[in-house]
């Protein structure tokens, strides 16, 4: 999984590179600079969080254009990413999310890095990801709570989540 994330954010997202200041990614620079530890983290934690949100974009079925469009938005919102570097990503998440097993290597990987609001605040995107189509599938409220679970975060997180998601929609 490593090798094809470092390959990515190398390209798109190496110091001086347009793209990693919300750019197109012209003037990308011809070496990318190696990227630190802690930059290394976070752009694994970036295809995790992206790898989760497509699992749930799919899991009525129906990954629909509101839908995707949501996804890009929050990764160009939250992560500082530009237009083209979040397609990339989306389609870096989704290779990772169909080769994985199961979604136990994404959560392991945010739940031990998150801090408790940034668990509630991915909780509320994943709200606004469902609500985003205008309806509720049963599958995707399952899967939401399957993944809240996993990350060790309660309830009563989730429904805050769920409400303050709506109220922005």
């Excluded at 600079?33 to 497509?54: F, G, I, K, Q, Y």
């Excluded at 974009?57 to 929050?74: G, K, M, N, Y």
């Excluded at 801090?115 to 939401?144: C, F, H, N, P, S």
Aim: glycine share 8%.
């Amino acid at each position: 999984m490593l090798e094809p994330i470092r390959e990515f954010f190398e390209r798109r997202m190496a110091l001086g590179n347009g793209a990693a200041n919300g750019g197109n990614g012209a003037g990308e620079a011809d070496v990318p600079a190696e990227p630190s530890p802690d930059e290394e983290a976070t752009r694994r934690l970036h295809v995790a969080a992206c790898a989760l949100l497509l699992e749930l974009a799919h899991a009525d079925q129906e990954f629909s254009e509101a839908e995707r469009l949501h996804i890009e938005a929050v990764l160009r919102r939250h992560f500082d990413l530009g237009e083209q570097t979040a397609r990339e990503l989306m389609a870096l998440a989704e290779q990772e999310q169909a080769e994985a097993i199961d979604l136990y290597q994404f959560t392991t990987l945010i739940r031990e890095s998150y801090d408790l609001g940034q668990k509630t605040l991915l909780a509320e995107v994943m709200w606004g990801l469902i609500l985003a189509d205008g309806e509720i599938a049963k599958r995707e409220a399952y899967m939401l709570r399957k993944i809240a679970n996993l990350l060790d975060l309660e309830p009563g997180y989730l429904s805050a989540a769920r409400k303050r998601a709506a109220e922005d929609g």
